[in-house]
């Protein structure tokens, strides 16, 4: 198969959690060994301010978070001046709007659960 991925910050809560909200065919997609999943900087920002606020839980102690991912095969995706464009206005969460732009930029479908994602010009793939 050999596609590439990027992931958003929910579908990897998700996917540690091992939650049944996750389709199979995004679980098929993510433990396909030869799929590159990654995870946006962005995610970890969000993950981490969340967590700070206790307005979420990831399963796991953050300072182990970077392990798993690594242990997982999945690929931190840096956020740089180029994925900095300018979106419609459909969607006003300022985190899902990095991840729509970084998507957009580096031409990697998006799989997550949002629907207004749906409203801008990206290939998204239904978590």
Do not use: C
Request: hydrophobic fraction near 45%; proline fraction near 4%; avoid cysteine.
């Amino acid at each position: 198969m050999n596609e590439s991925y990027l992931i958003d910050t929910h579908v990897l809560i998700w996917y540690m959690q091992g939650d049944q909200r996750l389709s199979d065919e995004a679980i098929r997609r993510l433990n396909e060994p030869s799929n590159i999943i990654s995870v946006s900087q962005i995610s970890l920002w969000e993950i981490t301010i969340k967590a700070s606020l206790s307005r979420l839980k990831i399963g796991i102690p953050f300072v182990e978070l970077n392990t798993y991912l690594l242990n997982k095969g999945f690929l931190i995706l840096d956020f740089n001046f180029a994925d900095l464009n300018t979106l419609p206005y459909h969607h006003g969460d300022p985190f899902d709007r990095l991840l729509i732009a970084q998507s957009r930029t580096n031409r990697i479908p998006l799989i997550s659960n949002e629907s207004k994602f749906g409203l801008y010009d990206l290939l998204l793939i239904s978590a």
